[in-house]
């Protein structure tokens, strides 16, 4: 019998640098697929452009740095944030983060409510457990917390499911980015099965 050995994905940083923008983003490589390897590219190079346009503010001279963050790289599932920050030389600087969840078998990058069940009750469920830990930590809050959303901002960590918040999004600009960790097992019934974050909950 033939074991596969799902072994994390090889990748290496690429340097985006022009006048105002620098910018360091992944590249994966040596996937035996290559339209898959291609597609994963694609949708982390876009995630760069993404965010770097999220912090460009057209009427100011906007100095953009940013990077990538592996969150997971493990049972085929590769969750990627890219994190750029706008600089004008004087007003607050702007921090914008993305994420890409993407299935490493086909290349598809997930939202968040592609990972649960029609009809599942999700978004109560992890709205009442964000709410609770903001009532823990004291976090600040501009207009009270009316919960997430279906697309909201979120990326696996290996057993953890995190998901975060722009700023000023719910909270003011003290309180930076203000992010979340579920465990998964917490929410196991509500996942689709053999989804990317069912994965994360197998031994094998």
Known sequence: ????KKLPVQ??????NKPTVDFYYPKVYGLSDVYVQQRINSELYNLMIKVTKAVIQPELVTYVTGFYEIKN????VLSIT????GDFHGAHPVTVVKSANIDVKTGKNYELHQLFKPDSGYIKKL???????IKERDIPLLDGFKGIRPDQDYYIADKSLVIYFQQYEISPYVAG???F??????ISDMIVPNSILDRMLMWL
């Open 1 to 4: 019998m033939t074991i596969e």
């Open 11 to 16: 990748i290496f940083s690429m340097h985006y």
């Open 73 to 76: 790289n493990q049972r085929q």
């Open 82 to 85: 890219g994190n750029a920050m």
């Open 127 to 133: 709205s009442d457990m964000i709410y609770a830990q």
């Open 177 to 179: 980015l203000p992010y």
């Open 181 to 186: 960790v579920i465990p998964i097992y917490d």
